[in-house]
């Protein structure tokens, strides 16, 4: 059963970070556009928090590199998505977090699937 949820965690992480990824960088666009849309950052904690459940259940079994660049990835996200929702402040550092979540993810996928092989 083990080896089934890691790798499952592992593909809703890299699903839910690409999309939340894809969110961040195309979102802006579209309200540019005059739909009435306007950013909502709840949804960025709405994946925040889908990534933290994720990388809490990956993390007890992972190598000591993946785990750090998966909690920095986290933090950076979590640091971005309540300086937006306290302070009203938008940083950057949800790409760079993103991007390290997914990086983190298809390193992790591939460990597990290079052990089971």
């Known amino acids: 059963?083990?080896?089934?949820?890691?790798?499952?965690?592992?593909i809703l992480g890299i699903s839910s970070a690409t999309i939340?990824?894809?969110?961040?960088?195309?979102?802006?666009?579209?309200?540019?556009?005059?739909?009435?849309?306007?950013?909502n950052p709840f949804i960025d904690l709405l994946f925040a928090t889908i990534g933290l459940f994720v990388i809490i259940k990956i993390i007890k079994k992972s190598r000591l590199?993946?785990?750090?660049?998966?909690?920095?990835?986290?933090?950076?996200?979590?640091?971005?998505?309540?300086?937006e929702i306290?302070?009203?402040?938008?940083?950057?550092?949800?790409?760079?977090?993103g991007i390290g979540m997914i990086i983190g993810h298809l390193l992790n996928y591939k460990l597990h699937k290079n052990r089971n092989h």
């Open 1 to 10: 059963m083990k080896k089934t949820t890691t790798p499952f965690y592992d």
């Open 86 to 97: 306290i302070l009203d402040i938008h940083l950057d550092l949800i790409f760079i977090g």
């Open 65 to 83: 590199l993946i785990t750090s660049i998966l909690v920095v990835s986290m933090a950076l996200i979590w640091i971005s998505v309540l300086s």
């Open 20 to 39: 939340c990824l894809v969110h961040c960088l195309v979102f802006p666009f579209l309200t540019i556009l005059p739909l009435g849309l306007s950013h």
